[in-house]
């Protein structure tokens, strides 16, 4: 029946897209399919690292502060991240002002968010939570590896970490949207 043809054709271009072609096996094509969407999770806990450079977009660490993974098709992947900053101050007069972002490599999130500390207490020590998101737009179906950056402004008689331990984990999470 050519309605039943039409519209089992209409639903597969309307899950999948253009890319979707039937090739008359009667298996699934996809691994990440409708109900089992494409996800990965990472942490890392090995270790905080101490910042230090100023006035320019900079890996945290490319090895550990970052999440690889495959897309089976083209489409929009959320990157997750989730960490804590540390900053202790040395003397009375500190401040701290500091962004961070994620990118690909080709694409980057807007340069949020924002930690900007001003204490007037020597050793006092901050701890602040972070969540950072993106959408990666019409990502290829091939491997990607989305870093953590952070852009440091200033930072005058402070000690500016980004924690990766075990009390705080460092998280990454990636899901088709």
Do not use: C
Not at 139 to 165: C, D, E, G, H, I
């Amino acid at each position: 029946n050519d309605s039943v043809k039409d519209n089992l054709v209409q639903l597969a271009l309307d899950a999948y897209g253009s890319a979707y072609a039937f090739d008359s096996d009667g298996l699934a094509q996809y691994t990440n399919n409708l109900y089992n969407k494409l996800m990965s999770k990472d942490s890392y806990t090995g270790g905080d690292f101490t910042l230090t450079t100023t006035g320019a977009w900079t890996d945290v660490d490319a090895t550990n502060m970052s999440i690889t993974f495959t897309p089976e098709l083209v489409g929009d992947f959320k990157t997750t991240a989730i960490f804590s900053v540390s900053a202790v101050s040395t003397n009375a007069t500190n401040e701290l002002d500091v962004r961070f972002r994620l990118t690909d490599g080709t694409t980057a999130s807007t340069a949020v968010p924002r930690v900007k500390l001003v204490t007037g207490v020597t050793a006092t020590t901050n701890v602040v939570p972070v969540t950072l998101e993106f959408t990666h737009e019409d990502l290829s179906a091939a491997a990607k590896t989305v870093k953590l950056q952070y852009y440091l402004t200033t930072r005058t008689a402070m000690t500016f970490k980004v924690l990766a331990n075990t009390d705080d984990p460092a998280q990454f999470e990636v899901e088709k949207t």
